[in-house]
Structure formats: structure tokens, C-alpha cells
Nanobody, 120 residues
Framework: QVQLVESGGGLVQAGGSLRLSCAAS????????MGWFRQAPGKEREFVAT????????YAADSVKGRFTISRDNAKNTVYLQMNSLKPEDTAVYYC?????????????WGQGTQVTVSS
């Protein structure tokens, strides 16, 4: 019912910046919040940041707080993740997810992921 497509990943030097985009399509009116997660090789998926679709309230994980900023453009049905001061430990596949309005805290829809590699 909702399709999510991430873009903007790539290779960057430590200390550099990237901006990830997640475009939503389909029944976007059911979205309550959008979020970013990441998964590094051999590690479990990790929460990164979330933003409410209507109010714009944000929350970020301690590991990225102060460096990453999540934002939205409702007119474009797109959420962004601005990543600054990147570290090698930020290397992971980054996934966009959408939370529906029926079950709080359940991430109902996921994108395919985009690779972010930070070199030293």
C-alpha cells in the first residue's frame, strides 16, 4: 500500500556529508511517521531517527544526535536524512521505514536500502 525508495547513498571520506532521500508513494495518507534505520555487516538493525509526518517532531538515536538531521517535505512525499561529520562506524545499509496510524510503534513499510560507506 506504501512504497518507499531510498537514494543518496555512496562512498564518502570520514568527516564528510551525505544526504539520503526516501520517496513515498501509494497510500501516503496513512503514514504517521517516517524513520531511518541502518544495519552494518554482522550487526543487528539499529534505529537512527524518526519524524512525525504531520507535526514534524523528531527524535534521533544517541549515536547520531548532533550529527544527523531528519527532515520532511510533505509536498514531495519525501523524508531526508542529512548526515554530517560521518565516521567509519556509520558505514551501513540505511533503510527508510514508514509507521502507519493503526498500531503505534510498528514500522509497516520498508524501502530496499541504500549503502553508505565511510572511509578513513
Amino acid at each position: 500500500q506504501v512504497q518507499l525508495v531510498e537514494s543518496g547513498g555512496g562512498l564518502v571520506q570520514a568527516g564528510g556529508s551525505l544526504r539520503l532521500s526516501c520517496a513515498a508513494s501509494g497510500r501516503t495518507f496513512i503514514i504517521y511517521a517516517m524513520g531511518w534505520f541502518r544495519q552494518a555487516p554482522g550487526k543487528e538493525r539499529e534505529f537512527v531517527a524518526t519524524i512525525n509526518w504531520s507535526g514534524g517532531n523528531t527524535y534521533a538515536a544517541d549515536s547520531v544526535k548532533g550529527r544527523f538531521t531528519i527532515s520532511r517535505d510533505n509536498a514531495k512525499n519525501t523524508v531526508y536524512l542529512q548526515m554530517n561529520s560521518l565516521k567509519p562506524e556509520d558505514t551501513a545499509v540505511y533503510y527508510c521505514a514508514a509507521e502507519g496510524r493503526v498500531v503505534p510503534g510498528r514500522w509497516d513499510y520498508w524501502g530496499q536500502g541504500t549503502q553508505v560507506t565511510v572511509s578513513s
